[in-house]
């Protein structure tokens, strides 16, 4: 499926050329390996090493390094409006929450060091970490199932969007690039990087305005947001707020762009600051049921995407 807009002006084939990368259909380059997540980490992961250790030397850790670079340097402004006028109409398909789960399967994420198994592990054991920790708090276990099914803007009959696109942490556009993001030498390469309307602390936004107002690089937490609060869904506000910022990293982990917040943000980050990751296998049926029983609770049965 392919996406009727125009294609931003970017100089993907420049990056290709030096990095020999793969290329997607389309003429995007994307880095070799493969996997991601987006809320906070143990401090080790089941090899011994820490999660999202950015730093460690490693050819994954090359080939995640050179993704960041393309994402810094295209994602603009202007870039992340079109996407979402253009994915907001939901017009893509229909079917329902658990579907999706199993079509994340065919999904694999450039950005991360970490994953390395089928992303319906990864929605499970965050879902199951969250739900030994909160038993009661239903809304908390199907947030952390769904919080990355906007991976599927990876997918052909989604538009197959380039990584840089759609996963990875994300960050504020229209103000200043904080030197909290990850890897953030190569802002300097992006288009908005010396525009005096965006390189100020504030940029075009003022202090208390709510992250609502803020413009978030474009990728699977926003497009998910937008499914679920346009579908209906009735998770509380902390559900969705977790569901748009779990990879705003430099936000909830390093304090950066915490100007913008107003009252009702820094209540939900604090439900945001409590997600887990696992590695834990989970036995997918056996947990089935359990889920099933509260996308019925929160979701229609069957939702435009």
């Not at 908005?192 to 699977?220: E, R």
């Not at 947001?225 to 990879?247: C, D, M, Q, W």
């Not at 909830?252 to 009252?263: G, K, R, S, W």
Request: proline share 5%.
């Amino acid at each position: 499926m392919t996406i009727l807009m125009e294609k931003p002006e970017l100089d993907f084939q420049n990056h290709a050329d030096e990095s020999k990368e793969l290329v997607l259909d389309g003429g995007f380059p994307v880095p070799k390996s493969l996997s991601g997540e987006g809320f906070l980490a143990p401090e080790i992961n089941s090899f011994g090493n820490s999660f999202r250790d950015y730093n460690a030397e490693s050819e994954r850790q090359k080939s995640v390094e050179e993704f960041y670079k393309q994402q810094h340097v295209n994602q603009t402004y202007d870039f992340v409006q079109k996407m979402r006028e253009e994915y907001s109409k939901l017009n893509r398909m229909e079917m329902s929450i658990w579907e999706c789960c199993e079509l994340l399967n065919e999904v694999v994420d450039d950005s991360d060091p970490d994953l390395d198994e089928p992303q319906i592990q990864h929605l499970l054991q965050s879902a199951e970490a969250v739900r030994k920790d909160y038993p009661n708090e239903d809304w908390l276990h199907l947030t952390a199932l769904i919080h990355d099914l906007g991976k599927v803007l990876l997918l052909p009959k989604f538009g197959g969007l380039p990584q840089w696109a759609v996963v990875g942490d994300t960050f504020p556009l229209g103000c200043a690039f904080d030197e909290a993001n990850i890897h953030h030498k190569y802002f300097k390469e992006n288009p908005d990087y010396n525009n005096p309307s965006y390189n100020t602390k504030n940029g075009i936004y003022w202090d208390g305005c709510g992250l609502d107002n803020v413009t978030i690089s474009w990728g699977h937490d926003d497009y998910m947001y937008l499914v679920a609060k346009e579908n209906g869904t009735t998770l509380p506000s902390a559900g969705l707020f977790i569901i748009r910022y779990h990879s705003l990293y430099p936000l909830h982990t390093e304090e950066a762009y915490m100007q913008f917040l107003n009252d009702e943000d820094k209540e939900n980050l604090k439900w945001l600051r409590i997600f887990n990751k696992s590695k834990v296998a989970v036995d997918v049926e056996k947990v089935k049921p359990y889920y099933l029983s509260l996308i019925e609770k929160y979701f229609p049965a069957k939702l435009k995407w």
